[in-house]
């Protein structure tokens, strides 16, 4: 007769070694031994007596065992072991076990790390395991589809860090294509989910950008009556437009006065990890108005490693909110002005009122991806006659500038 609930939670071991067997029907009983109660079922394959292991009791109940029995039955009238049919189950949840969003991401992690900048890799890892890994880290790479990532996203974005989701579906993205690339999963839904998130909303770093106003700003940086070292920081960020970071921590050892030169070592650029290893320094002519600034304040600082030390100690660069705090103390507000600005200023400017300046000059002086086909030409040392026709030719059109000379206003579109 089949067994019932009651029987098999009531049953004892009775003493025998290899256990006492209960028949339920279609091949399955139970084995009840010291340690436990066990279901069993036995069946031939080509021939062949087996025994295919159904669970333990009572993790695995009465109806639950006859359930896995009947699915077994149902292989062998297709012509599948069973025993067979269980191992590759297995070995196949093993695997998606091993190969989840997140073991993927952070294998992916390791293996790109070396690559990047310790700050990105940083930040990769910590925005994915805040925003990503919770909703999506556990499920197997290859069951996620798109509307599983959009709904992580929104999360994301309904919290107001538009930029943030969009970041998130670029490294998901990268996820995903490595996930492919390794056989863990089919296709990648992270570029189905372009155009799905709110757009971000860039905001351009304030600047002066009309020549009357660069001449007023010139004029009041050249009236400037605070710190001398200051005045030279201001005066430079619009002589040579580099980035704030590489105004501020400006060295010593980069300057070259007798070659009217400075050199900033590719470590110190905004460029890739294996570019700030291997690529080439960059090179800013310094006009005649820039070598007299250095001069200027070489008896203050040249005896120490920066251009621009820290009033506090000489061992750090200067803030990097000294040459904003000047701005404002000169008038201009974080609307009109900022550090960054005077990068876009003499893009700007130079374009518009320096006619002959070719595009790709200014952007190699910038240190930006040059956008024509001689543009990476640009940025060797042997390319360099343009490059300081264009600085001296700028520190000039400033000077003319501040002193109220070929002032050309815009006119209304």
């Known amino acids: 007769?089949?067994?019932?609930?009651?029987?098999?939670?009531q049953?004892?071991?009775?003493?025998?070694?290899?256990?006492?067997?209960?028949?339920?029907?279609?091949?399955?009983?139970?084995?009840?031994?010291?340690p436990g109660k066990y279901w069993r079922m036995d069946y031939r394959f080509n021939g062949k007596a087996k025994t295919l292991a159904l669970g333990v009791y009572p993790a695995v109940s009465l109806a639950k065992a006859r359930q896995r029995r009947d699915k077994a039955r149902e292989l062998l009238a297709e012509g599948t072991d069973p025993s067979v049919a269980k191992r590759t189950e297995k070995l196949t949840n093993a695997a998606e076990a091993a190969n989840t969003f997140e073991a993927v991401a952070r294998e992916f992690h390791a293996n790109k790390a070396s690559g990047w900048s310790a700050s990105y890799a940083e930040r990769w890892l910590r925005i994915m395991e805040k925003d990503l890994f919770p909703y999506l880290g556990k499920h197997p790479i290859a069951s996620i589809k798109a509307r599983d990532l959009l709904h992580a996203l929104k999360r994301v974005e309904d919290r107001g860090v538009i930029e943030t989701a969009h970041t998130l579906r670029q490294c998901a993205g990268q996820v995903f294509r490595f996930a492919v690339q390794t056989s863990r999963c089919?296709?990648?839904p992270a570029p189905d989910l372009h155009g799905a998130l709110?757009?971000?909303?860039?905001?351009?770093?304030?600047?002066?950008?009309?020549?009357k106003k660069v001449g007023e700003l010139m004029r009041a940086i050249n009236g400037y009556a605070g710190q001398p070292i200051t005045r030279a920081a201001l005066l430079l960020s619009a002589l040579l437009f580099q980035r704030p970071g590489n105004i501020r921590a400006m060295e010593w050892a980069w300057v070259d006065l007798d070659h009217s030169m400075l050199t900033i070592p590719a470590r110190d650029m905004k460029r890739k990890l294996q570019e700030k290893l291997n690529g080439r320094p960059h090179f800013v002519?310094?006009?005649a108005q820039a070598l007299e600034a250095l001069g200027q304040v070489r008896p203050l600082t040249g005896h120490g490693r920066?251009?621009?030390?820290?009033?506090?100690?000489?061992?750090?660069?200067?803030?990097e909110n000294t040459v904003n705090a000047a701005l404002r103390r000169l008038g201009f507000t974080t609307d009109e002005m900022t550090a960054h600005g005077f990068r876009a200023m003499a893009r700007t400017v130079m374009a518009e009122q320096l006619h002959g300046i070719e595009a790709d000059v200014i952007e190699a002086q910038l240190a930006h991806g040059k956008s024509g086909p001689l543009g990476a030409a640009y940025d060797r040392a042997e390319f360099m006659d343009k490059r300081k026709a264009m600085m001296q030719r700028w520190a000039d059109y400033l000077d003319k500038l501040a002193a109220g000379a070929e002032i050309i206003q815009f006119k209304a579109a």
């Open 1 to 9: 007769m089949p067994l019932t609930d009651t029987f098999v939670k």
């Open 11 to 34: 049953v004892k071991h009775k003493g025998a070694a290899i256990g006492e067997r209960y028949a339920d029907g279609g091949g399955m009983y139970l084995r009840v031994k010291a």
């Open 285 to 287: 002519p310094l006009a």
């Open 186 to 188: 089919e296709s990648n």
């Open 198 to 211: 709110r757009p971000v909303v860039t905001q351009s770093m304030a600047a002066v950008l009309e020549p």
């Open 306 to 319: 920066y251009v621009f030390p820290s009033i506090r100690t000489g061992e750090r660069p200067m803030s």
